[in-house]
C-alpha cells in the first residue's frame, strides 16, 4: 500500500517537472539571453527540480536531460558528453575502485579499528576525529577531489566495520552520518587554507589584479575563527538533524582493540595496499610541482593493485555504482559548463550586480555573498563558479564600497563552503552519494542547512572578525 | 599448484612486456617519425601484447599503459582521455545496459525461445540464423556498433535460456561459440551493404577522387559471392576451432515451445520493452538523415526502461563490467587515435607504399591487401583507420597498375572483414567481450583465424569475382 501511495507520488511529481520543463522551454526567452541558453536552463534545472522533488533518482533524469538536450540540438553530441573525458571525473571514478581495495586488502579494516580504538565511544566522537584529520592533512593537499579520495575509504571503511552498511539497509545506522559530515567537513577544511583547494591560489591571483594582496597567512587568519566554530558546529548539527542510529557506543573501543589483536599483524596484501596509497598520496600532494595528472597517478595506484590482485575483475563486477556515477556527475557538469559558454551564468551575474547597484556596502556585501552561495545550485565544479563569477561579483562589491580585502576573502571562502549545496556541487560529494549511504535528495536538504550555517557565521562573525584584523 | 604455474608463467610474461616496452622505448627512433610517435607506440604495442600473450587482462594493461604514456608526457592528460567523451564509446555502454533490460523484461527469453525453435536443434543452426537475421537488417543499419546493440541482446538471452553462463563457468556450453559467430558474422554483414557501416559511403566518396564510381549495386554485386561464401563457411570454422559444448539438441524446439506456453501472454514490461526496442530501431535506422546522435537515442530508451522500473539502480550495481569496458576501449582508442594524430599511422603508411613500390600489380594488389589487413592491429576504430589509410594506398595501387575499382572496394571491403582481428578492433566486438563470454585473448587466436579466412577468401574467389565482373 505504501508502495503505491509511493509510486503515485512519484508520478505526480514526475507530471509536476514535466509542467516545470514544457512552461520554461517554451516562455518567452528573457532579454540579453539567447535561445540556447534559455533551453538548456529549462533542461538543467528541471532536471535538478526532479532531484529535489523525489521525482526520480538522479541517474534517470540525467540521462533524460542529455537525451533531450541533444536530440533538441541544445547542445551538441561532443558538448553534451566532453565530461565523460575530464580528467577530475575520472579520478573520482578510479579513487571508488581503489576505494575497494583498501576495504577489501584488510587495510580499511585496521586502520577503523584503530580510529574506534581512540575515538570510538561515540558517533559524534568519530565524526570529530575524521573531519580533524582531514583539516590535518589539507594544507599540503590542494585537491579537495583527491582528498575525499583518501578520506572515503577510511570512512567507508568505520561504517562497514560498525556493521553500517547499504547492502542490508543499515545504511543510516552510522556510515550515513559519517558520510555526511565528513563531506561538511571538506567545505570547512578547503575553506581555511590557501592551498587546500585548486580555486583558492587562482582566486587569490585575480584579487590581486583589484590590488587585493591575499597572502598564505592573511587567508589563514581571515578563515581561522569562522572555521574553528564551525568545526565544532557542524558534526553537532548534522548529528542532530541527520542522526546516526547508534550514538554511544561505550564497548566499541575494546572490541576494536580485540579485533585488532585478532588480525595480528600485517598481511602482504595490506603492506601493498599501504604503499600503493602512501606512495599515491606522494604524487598527489607533489602534482602540482612535478606536472603530474592526478588521474594518472590513481590508474598507476590501481595498476599496482590489479597486478597484485587486491583489485580483481570480479571485484569490479559488483562497482556498478562507480558508472552510475560516472554517467550522472559527467552528464550534469557537461550542461553546466555550457550554461555558461552559452552565456547563462554571466547573464545572472550581470543581472545580480544591476539590481544590487546603488545599495548602501554593507547590503552590497551580504547580498553579492547570498547570492554567490545561492548561485551554487547551477554550478557542478566550484573552481568553475569561481573562474565565472568571483571578478564580477568582487569588482561590484569594491565599487559599492565594500572594503576590497573582505569583499575577495569571503567570497573565496563561499566557494569552498558552499560547496555542500547540492549532491553535484563538489567532486568530492560525488564520491561520497556515489557509496549509496547517501541519497542525492538528502543532501538538498541536509546539505543546504549546513550552507546556510556556514554562511551565517561566515556572515555574522567571521565578518566581524575580519573587519577587526585586517 | 595449476595456479602456481599459471602464476609464475604470467610473472614470465609480465617481465617479457615490461622488456619489449623498455626495449622499443629507448631504441633509436626511427627516421621520419618524432620521439612522441615512437614512446606512443612503444606503449600501445606493449599493452596490445599483454594482452596477447596473456601477461594481465585488457583492462590492467590499458590502465599501466595510460598512466605511463600521462606521465612520462607521451600523451596529455586531456589526449589521452579524449576517448570517454566519445558518442560511439557511450553508445555501447548504454548499449550493455539495454541488453540487461531486454533480458529482465523477459521479451530476451520470448525472443530466445521463439529462435530456439524454429532453429534450435543445433548450435550450429542457431549461429546461422543469427547471422542470417543480421544480413537481412544491415543494409538499413549504416551502424555496425547500433546493430550488435541489437543483436547482442538476443543472442545474450539465447545462451542465458540455454544455461550457457558466465557467473556460474558454463559460457563455453552455447554463449562463447554464439557471441563469437555473431561478431564474425558482423564483419561479413558489414562488408555486403554500401549503407551496413559508416566507413562504407565516405570510402565510396573517397574513391570518387581518383575517378572510381561505386555504386549501391556494383557494392552488392562485387561483395554478393565472397560474403555468400563465407557466410556458410565461418560459422562452420568457429564451431571447428572455437566449439560449443554442446552441439545437438533435438529436444530444444519441443522445450522451448512447452517454455513459450507456460510464459504465457506477453506481459506489460515485454510491451514496453519491445515498443523502446523498435523506437530506438527506428529512430537508429533514421539517425541519419533527421541529423539525430545515435547515443542520445539509446540514453532516451534506457531512460524509458527506468522511468518503467525495468531496468532500477539495483541492476546497475552489477554491470561494473560495462564500466571496465568502457575504461580500456576508451584508453586504447585514445592512444590509437593519437597514433594516427602524431603521425605514426602515416609513416607506416609510407613506408609499407615505399616499399611495395616497382613490383608488378597483382603483388602490389596483394601486398596493400594484407598491409591493410594486418595494420588493424594497431587501430581501434574501422572509420579511423579508412580516413588514415585508404587514399594513401588506393593511390599507390592505382600508380602500379592495379584496375582502379577493385583495389578501392577490396580496401573498402577489407576495413569491414578485418574488424575482428583484435578485441577492440570493432566497437560491436567490445559488446561482445565485455560480456565476459568471450576472453580478449581468444579473440586475437580465434578472430586472427577468421580475419585470415575473409581475407583469403576475398584475395582469390572474390578477385576473380570482381576481375569477372566489373
Redesign the interface.
Known sequence: MSNIKENRYKHHM?ALVLFIGVFLWFSPVPDGLNTQAWHLFAIFISAIFAVILNA??I??SS??A???A??T?TMS??Q????????FI?LI?VAFLIARGVIKSGLGKRIAFLIIKKFGKSSLGLSYSVIAADMFISPAFPSNTARSGVLFPIVNALANDSNSKVSDGTRKKLGSFLMMASMAGLTISSTLWLTAMAANPAGAKMAAEYGVEITYGSWALAASLPVIILFFLVPWVIYKIYPPEIKYTPDAPRIAENALQTMGKISRNEWIMAATFIGMVFLWIMSGSL???K???A??G??VL??SNIFT?D??????????T?IWF?ILYGMSVHLDKFGFMGWVGDNISMFIDGFSWPVVYIGLTLSYVLIHYFFVSQTAQMLALFSVFLGVGIKAGVPAEMMALILLFATNFNAIITPQGSSANVIYVGSGYIEAKEIYKVGGIITLINTLVFLTIGTAWMLLIL
Do not use: C, R, W
Not at 553534451?80 to 580528467?87: P, Q, W
Not at 571485484?315 to 552510475?324: F, I, K, V, W, Y
Open positions: 514526475q526520480m533518482p541517474l534517470t540521462i533524460i542529455v537525451s533531450l541533444v536530440l540540438n553530441a561532443k553534451a558528453y566532453s565530461g565523460f573525458g575530464e580528467s575520472l571514478i606536472g603530474l595528472d588521474t594518472a597517478v590508474f598507476l590501481l595498476s590489479m597486478l575483475l571485484d569490479l563486477l559488483h562497482e556498478g555504482n562507480a558508472l552510475g560516472l559527467a
